[in-house]
């Protein structure tokens, strides 16, 4: 979990070279942009979002008893924090609502695929006597 998600955590907080600090606080405006945009930028874009706690979402039902929606909810709280400080400590990044949306999607989605892989070849093999 560490060692997935420490990464991109690590590239979200370092200092970028623009001396902006921008809030985008209304949902889904944001991505609406990005996804207009189109090309590769709106592949990264998304797709790194979704995987900024996707290795959390995957492998924290396996650790604890846990469900989605308890990932999904301390993914989005972990999410926030991460965007309060680039915002706080004006790491020059975008601080969007939109970013968090889609961290806890991606580890939702991960704790959902998690559940599939890892109970499905439980349940198909047969109970020992």
């Known amino acids: 979990m560490v060692a997935g998600t420490a990464p991109?955590?690590?590239?979200i907080?370092?200092?970028s070279s623009s001396a902006v600090r921008e809030l985008r606080a209304v949902p889904l405006v944001d991505?609406?942009?990005?996804?207009?945009?189109?090309?590769l930028t709106a592949f990264f874009q998304v797709g790194g979002n979704l995987l900024v706690f996707a290795a959390f979402g995957f492998f924290?039902?396996?650790?604890?008893p846990i469900g989605?929606?308890?990932?999904t909810l301390v993914a989005a709280s972990a999410s926030v924090v991460v965007e309060v400080l680039q915002y706080a400590l004006?790491?020059?990044?975008?601080?969007?609502?939109?970013?968090?949306?889609?961290?806890a999607a991606g580890a939702a989605l991960a704790a959902v695929l998690s559940r599939r892989l890892?109970?499905?070849p439980a349940a198909a093999t047969p109970a020992s006597a």
Request: net charge negative; charged share 10%; no cysteine.
């Open 31 to 39: 991505l609406v942009q990005v996804l207009a945009d189109g090309g």
């Open 13 to 15: 907080l370092t200092p």
């Open 60 to 64: 924290a039902p396996q650790r604890w």
């Open 68 to 71: 989605v929606a308890a990932v």
């Open 90 to 103: 004006a790491l020059g990044r975008v601080t969007s609502v939109d970013d968090v949306l889609l961290n």
């Open 118 to 120: 890892v109970l499905a």
């Open 8 to 11: 991109w955590v690590w590239m």
